[in-house]
């Protein structure tokens, strides 16, 4: 079995770096791997491309959630990829490793690349009125949820979830940010003011906030969590809840399970995808067409 490591030093505040030894021992275990690092922003997607150019059996994602996200657009080609993925999670948050079970230590996770099972899980696809497009393996984020996100890119000395909760505590006190959103869930339609709206294929986001408890990696569908206005000291109330999924019982919360989401915002709208920016408000955009797309990636867990 041919092994591709793309590996982001960057991760988790660039302390990734630290684990390339380690993760070239391990891999010796097993007959070896190429590993590859990362050098820009993008570069993940450049090279999971080339590596199934060059017919790699196994194309791994070392680095966090932003790393994965990038690895996996490179690996689907016509809304599927026929390339496995596997992970090694090294980053800030993991959350993609972590619904599927994926060992979160170095050893467990580099183990379980050359001992694992195929599994066929779902992507997300999200599309703007601008025509750019980009797949998600799990979660998105529209309002104050992208704002948090955006927020991370300037927190230097905080790591790990630690650094989400300080983001998420920023935003609330200095970008409380409503929108009104018009959005048809298949069916269903709506109109009204929001905070934010969070979707999860998985269920867990930010290392460690459950906005998507539900969410399910190979069921078709998509988790959607809708926040209503409230106050920031709400606010809070509602994120310490989040950790346990239990924010789902406000009165201020809808949960939906839908295959194909087109949002339309009064405002242009901040927007994430796997913790990575996908718009920012100076990007001026206001409409986005969300479809889940079903077994279209292969994931050795």
């Known amino acids: 079995m041919r092994v591709k490591i793309i590996?982001?030093?960057w991760s988790d505040q660039r302390r990734a770096v630290q684990r390339q030894a380690e993760i070239e021992t391990l891999t010796q275990r097993y007959g070896g791997a190429d590993?590859?690092?990362?050098?820009?922003?993008?570069?993940?997607t450049e090279l999971a491309r080339q590596a199934v150019d060059d017919g790699y059996d196994l194309v791994v994602a070392a680095g966090g959630d932003g790393t994965v996200h990038e690895v996996v657009n490179g690996l689907v080609r016509g809304g599927e990829s026929h390339t496995k993925l596997g992970v090694?999670?090294?980053?800030?948050?993991?959350?993609?490793?972590?619904?599927?079970?994926?060992?979160?230590?170095?050893?467990g996770a580099v183990e379980r690349l050359?001992?694992?099972?195929?599994?066929?899980v779902d992507l997300g696809r999200v599309e703007d009125e601008h025509g750019r497009f980009r797949y998600f393996d799990n979660n998105f984020g529209l309002?104050?949820?992208?704002?948090?996100?955006?927020?991370?890119e300037s927190i230097t000395r905080v790591y790990g979830f630690f650094m989400y909760l300080l983001a998420v505590l920023q935003t609330i006190a200095f970008y409380y940010l409503k929108m009104r959103i018009e959005a048809r869930f298949d069916d269903e339609i709506i109109a009204q003011e929001t905070l934010l709206l969070a979707m999860g294929i998985g269920p867990r986001g930010g290392g460690g906030f459950?906005?998507?408890?539900?969410a399910v990696q190979d069921d078709d569908l998509i988790q959607s969590c809708t926040v209503s206005p409230i106050s920031r000291l709400h606010m809070i109330y509602l994120l310490i809840k989040s950790l346990k999924g239990r924010h789902i019982s406000s009165k201020h919360v809808n949960m939906r399970q839908n295959r194909r989401i087109v949002i339309n915002a009064n405002m242009p709208a901040p927007i994430h995808v796997d913790g990575e920016m996908f718009a920012y408000p100076k990007d001026n955009v206001r409409q986005v067409t969300v479809t889940s797309v079903p077994g279209a990636l292969r994931v050795i867990v």
């Open 35 to 44: 590993i590859t690092l990362t050098e820009r922003p993008g570069h993940a």
């Open 88 to 107: 090694i999670p090294i980053g800030s948050g993991n959350d993609f490793a972590f619904g599927l079970g994926i060992p979160l230590t170095v050893e």
């Open 143 to 152: 309002g104050m949820d992208a704002m948090v996100v955006a927020r991370t």
């Open 210 to 214: 459950f906005l998507t408890p539900g």
């Open 114 to 120: 050359y001992s694992g099972k195929e599994r066929r």
């Open 7 to 9: 590996m982001n030093p």
